[in-house]
């Protein structure tokens, strides 16, 4: 147990005696759901969002938890990090989350708007021009594919045919959640690499694999950079990607990594560009990863790799119906602002989910706060 928690309740009820629990409708199935569920409490700093995926188990959950409380202002930056969970820092780790500033001259300091990128589901092609129209005038857009592995990628090519069409200049950027196998990823490479890839995200599910496949596209001689995002969130040891020369570019979320410091001392420690994205969060979550975005630095890998400011898979705002507030965190020339959210109360209670799923979200609130609190191992 850390020292923090052990002053804090042992009860969430009581650390957070007013939550709100929102079901915020979607204007297009992503990820296979069509409705988000959120948790949203105030604290010192201000609000914060937890909102795991409802598959997620307590330890996982926990780190989202850790994220939130941390950005409410209830808990110290990083105050679980002698645990050893996915996205922290390992046993022995004494590394301090870097400073905003850029080593760099001339890079900036503090930024009150980060650049965005589209998200384009994987949806049927007669969708892509009204689905990219919500996000108005971005430089890059990230699709995604293999929603049904490689048999998704005649659909695939026939969506990204037709966005190339619509926005040939765009920077592009392909996410496969990690949905392929290694001899399915490399199929799908050699049919993805002509669209000019920015850089092609998780296609396989194991770090060991993503270095297998960046070796035999490099043999192959095609021009694909990979992203890892899965193997930096999920994974036992984040840092193993860099060790192993598995990707070129690592994609990082507050809530799953446990916050925003941990976030920045995982990028600092991968010695690899780095790309914030969301985890389909409300724009009080989305706070927190524009938070994070502005503090990254901007080095000569990421400048190569990615251009001078990193277009950041944070405009999924423009995925909801209705959010939190009338005028969120959506993209205005392809940027959001650098700022706090506060929810609009009619809206707490137009979108409210109703007191069973309250009761649901606070046990399992409950369930990652003991696992924050346990003793190490």
Known sequence: MTA????????????????????????????????????????????????????????????????????AGLLPPESGQDRRLPGQARPG????????????????????????????PARPVAEVESILARFGAVGTVKAKVAENGI???????ARLRELRRLRPDVDLRLDANAKYTLAEALEASEAFAGFGLQY???????????????????AR?????LAADESIRKAEDPLRVAELGAAEVVIVKVQPLGGVAAARRIVAESGLP????????????????????ASLPVTAASREVLGEMPACGLGTARLFAEDV????????????????????????????AGPGRSEWWLRRAQACWDVLRSPTE
């Open 151 to 157: 048999a998704s990628l005649p659909e695939d090519l």
């Open 93 to 120: 780790s004494t590394s301090a989350a870097p400073t905003p500033a850029s080593t760099e001259p001339g890079s900036p300091t503090a930024r009150t708007s980060v650049p965005v990128n589209a998200t384009l």
């Open 4 to 71: 923090s928690a052990r002053d804090l309740p042992a009860s969430i009820a009581d650390l957070l005696p007013r939550v709100h629990v929102l079901r915020l409708p979607m204007v297009t199935r992503f990820r296979g759901i069509t409705e988000r569920e959120v948790m949203l409490f105030e604290g010192p700093a201000g609000w914060a969002e937890f909102s795991p995926f409802l598959e997620y188990g307590p330890l996982e959950s926990s780190r989202w938890l850790q994220a939130a409380l941390e950005f």
């Open 274 to 293: 780095a790309v914030v994205s969301s985890a389909l969060e409300s724009s009080v979550g989305l706070a927190a990863g524009a938070q994070l975005a």
């Open 200 to 218: 092609f995200e998780q296609p396989v599910p194991g770090v060991e694999d993503l270095a297998r496949l960046r070796e035999e596209l490099a």
């Open 221 to 225: 001689g095609l021009p694909v950079r």
């Open 325 to 352: 507030v009338a005028d969120g965190l959506v993209p205005t020339d392809g940027r959001i602002p650098v700022t706090r959210i506060a929810p609009d109360p009619q809206r707490l209670t137009a979108l409210d």
